[in-house]
């Protein structure tokens, strides 16, 4: 194979590689959004993991930072709990617990419709929230950050 | 009647503040447990058969819309003496510099280990009870402190966290005490107390303490360690005397999506050069995500300075294994069984405390320095 043709195969190959466990061009299993006025473009997985255990809890500029989780039974929050925070709910919950009766801080308030999660982001400039992959975003005042692994 | 009004005004106090421009949780746990042993009385076991451990705690959280959080908790326990106890286990107020730096000033939950804050949370926890070694009444921890703290989170690396806490101002700390019950004896069938000399409730003022974690090493394990320094005033025969204590340990934890593994090694000591040491080891297993197999062991010595008489060095160690199989329905609900095999007198004793000081060789002589406990109950949380 000529070297030209190769280099255009394995380019082929990484635009199929998986992104947030789909392949491209498939819609992933779920989107991370904050609100439009946020500056932010960017997040790594890591931060995220720390926001939606509340270990950091101001953007930036200074801002509170207000995570919203979907409920436990939803399957986008059992996907971006093993993704991103790498614990299943259960394990969440459990260290909800040990914060809770420590008096040290609350979990995220949990909504069970995406269409509210929505809301609430893009109603409040320090809101942070995950909705599914395909959940319809046209219009809406929020932004889709783009989630680095590093 | 005090019990219900003090509950009743923690209940309605979410709906009081409505409408203030706060935010409310209400939070809470409690359990049942029934426990029998084949002889000594042990946790929530004696050799009857014992249903009535019971209690309930509720917790309440304000946020404010400044950086000031107020936390607090109060407690109703039926004892396995079926007596009432209704207490407060912490009230205090949080104001948040960042995340690196909060400050803290009440009655804190003492940052020691991995438990001490979530003391009595079942749900929390593999076995119904903490491991006696360390959180028994051996001197060791306590569950709260009256003062000022500092508290805070920093990210190390990409994937660690350093949290941090350091604090001051008084301890109480209560032990069971067979130095005590050895020099002054005590009275027949009067239990574990402190006018008898069995049951030693010390002030631990001008403390200083701290606690040092590192969160997320290899992504799931947390080490960290803790100590406290302070000074115990008293007065031996009118004259006063001022002692110091300290307490320090290490603790280690895995939190794995079904495996729990984690351990603690703790000392206590004093000017006098009295020192008690424990630590435990245990592991949770979980399966078929609803059930779950834990097993544990622990080890507590007392050094003895005095000359002990014969057969009641036992008093002085405890030693247990002890196995259990849980269901739990969610996160917040469990049902729990565990066998428990104990060794030494240090916690398990016979039915109706100890015997009069004349009788204490007699006694040890007799005393049945295994124990064997089998408890099943459920505990809860919301």
Redesign the interface.
């Known amino acids: 194979m000529k070297p030209i043709a190769k280099t255009l195969w394995l380019l082929l190959f990484c635009l199929l590689l998986p992104s947030h466990g789909g392949w491209a061009g498939e819609k992933p299993a779920f989107v991370v959004i904050v609100h439009r006025d946020n500056p932010l473009e960017k997040i790594s997985a ?1 931060q995220l ?2 926001i939606f255990l509340k ?4 953007w930036d500029d200074g801002r509170e930072i207000s995570p919203f989780d979907l409920s436990p039974s939803a399957e986008v929050r059992n996907k971006f709990s093993q993704d991103i925070l ?3 709910v ?2 969440v ?2 260290y909800w ?2 914060q ?5 801080a ?1 979990p995220p308030p949990e909504i069970s419709e995406q269409a509210e999660v929505v809301s609430q982001v893009s109603g409040d400039p320090g809101a942070i929230a995950y909705v599914a992959g395909d959940f319809p975003l046209s219009n809406q005042p929020v932004k889709i950050l783009t989630v680095s692994q ?1 | 009647m005090r019990h219900f009004l003090l509950f009743l005004i923690l209940m309605l106090t979410p709906l009081l503040a409505q409408n203030t421009g706060r935010t409310v949780f209400l939070n809470g746990y409690g359990e049942w447990v029934y426990g029998k042993s084949d002889g000594n009385e042990y946790l929530a076991g004696n050799e009857a058969g014992n249903y009535d451990r019971t209690n309930l705690s509720l917790a309440l959280l304000i946020q404010t819309d400044t950086p000031l959080t107020i936390s607090a908790q109060v407690f109703w326990a039926n004892t396995r003496e079926n007596e009432s106890e209704v207490g407060l286990d912490y009230v205090f107020a949080l104001w948040k510099f960042s995340d690196a730096l909060k400050f803290l000033a009440g009655q804190v939950k003492q940052p020691f280990g991995i438990y001490t804050e979530i003391y009595d949370v079942g749900t929390a926890r593999p076995f119904f009870s903490l491991p006696q070694s360390v959180y028994g009444n051996g001197g060791l921890v306590t569950k709260a402190y009256r003062g000022l703290g500092f508290s805070g989170y920093l990210p190390v690396g990409e994937s660690m966290e350093l949290s941090y806490d350091l604090y001051g101002g008084k301890l109480d700390l209560e032990a069971v005490n067979p130095i005590g019950l050895l020099v002054t004896g005590t009275d027949k069938g009067s239990g574990l107390s402190e006018d008898n000399g069995a049951l030693q409730e010390s002030d631990v003022k001008n403390m200083v303490g701290g606690r040092l974690v590192l969160h997320g090493i290899l992504d799931r394990l947390d080490l960290g360690a803790s100590a406290f320094y302070g000074h115990e005033e008293g007065d031996e025969d009118g004259v006063q005397s001022d002692e110091y204590n300290y307490s320090y340990g290490f603790q280690g934890e895995y939190f794995g999506n079904y495996s729990e593994l984690r351990g603690e090694w703790v000392l206590h000591a004093d000017e006098d050069g009295y020192k008690t040491t424990g630590w435990y080891v245990e592991n949770a297993f979980r399966f078929r995500v609803n059930y779950q197999v834990v097993a544990r062991y622990e080890d507590a010595n007392l050094d003895e300075q005095l000359e002990v008489p014969a057969g009641l060095s036992n008093l002085f160690k405890h030693r247990e294994f002890a196995l259990g199989f849980n269901y739990w329905f969610n996160t917040q609900f469990v049902i729990k069984t565990s066998v428990h095999w104990v060794e030494g007198n240090r916690y398990a004793l016979p039915e109706g405390g100890y015997p009069e000081a004349a009788d204490l060789t007699d006694w040890g002589s007799q005393l049945d320095s295994k124990t064997r406990l089998f408890m099943l109950g459920a505990q809860f949380s919301f």
């Open positions: 890591d993991s720390r270990k950091m809890t101001q790498r614990k299943t259960s394990v919950r459990a617990q040990r809770v009766f420590a008096g040290r609350v590093d």
